[in-house]
């Protein structure tokens, strides 16, 4: 049984990148069809993920907008409910959508605001998976920046480092100034490599209480007792939020 066990837990063979896409944004009303170089950014984000060479890309879409957006791009596109409460909940209705036989051992969820990823950070995340006691692989890097120490906009994670210098397990995230004492923070970036099976139990786990409070969905993996490492990188990609962030990732890819 324990062979068995851990064999079912191995590396992943045939992962699969899940966009979440929608259109409701606050601060940039309908930010997935906002031109950047001449393309739609939710077309941009797709493109860096198919950069990232792991194999099928899928953009999971809130609207029938985004979806035209990405089949006229030759990209490929599934529509789910508008009124998912996060992008875990999309991408997992659109992988019961496109895969219900389960042939995708894994799921990398890139978020649908990162036009200017670099393709290795998917990668990154998804290496941690090779890790048969991994159930989720995500990223950070280590905060420059002092305006980001007390920002609690800046997502924190707490990782105990595996002595590598490359990262470790995540401990805590949080919005808070944490650890304290001397020694880095790190900023945490919300890219996620699940193994299917544990996407499909997070799905199904209630909001837990330190996710509520901290305002933190990946807490309630964390809770329930599921492992998350945590893979160091060396910048943070723009996410694009605001007019501004829209201009800075036009200059970026040229347009």
Known sequence: MAASLKSSRAQPVNPIILIPARMQSQRLPDKPLADIAGEAMIVQVMRRAEEADLGRVVVACGEAEIAAAVTAAGGEAVLTRPDHASGSDRIHEALMIIDPDGAHDAVVNVQGDLPTLAPDLPRA???????????????????????????????????????????????????????????????????????????????????????????????????????????????????????RELARARDILGG
């Open 125 to 243: 995340a998804l290496d941690l998976l090779d890790d048969a006691a991994v159930d989720i692989g995500t990223l950070a890097a280590e905060i420059t920046d002092a305006d980001e120490r007390d920002n609690p906009n800046v997502v924190k994670a707490v990782v105990s480092p595996d002595g590598t210098g490359k990262g470790g397990r995540a401990l805590y995230f949080t919005r808070s100034t944490a650890p304290s004492g001397d020694g880095p923070l790190y900023h945490h970036i919300g890219l996620y490599a699940f193994r299917r099976a544990a996407l499909m139990r997070f799905i199904e786990l209630p909001p837990s209480p330190l996710e509520e409070r901290e305002r933190l969905e990946q807490l309630r993996a964390l809770e329930a007792g599921m492992r998350i490492d945590v893979a160091f990188v060396d910048t943070v990609p723009l996410g694009v939020d605001t007019p």
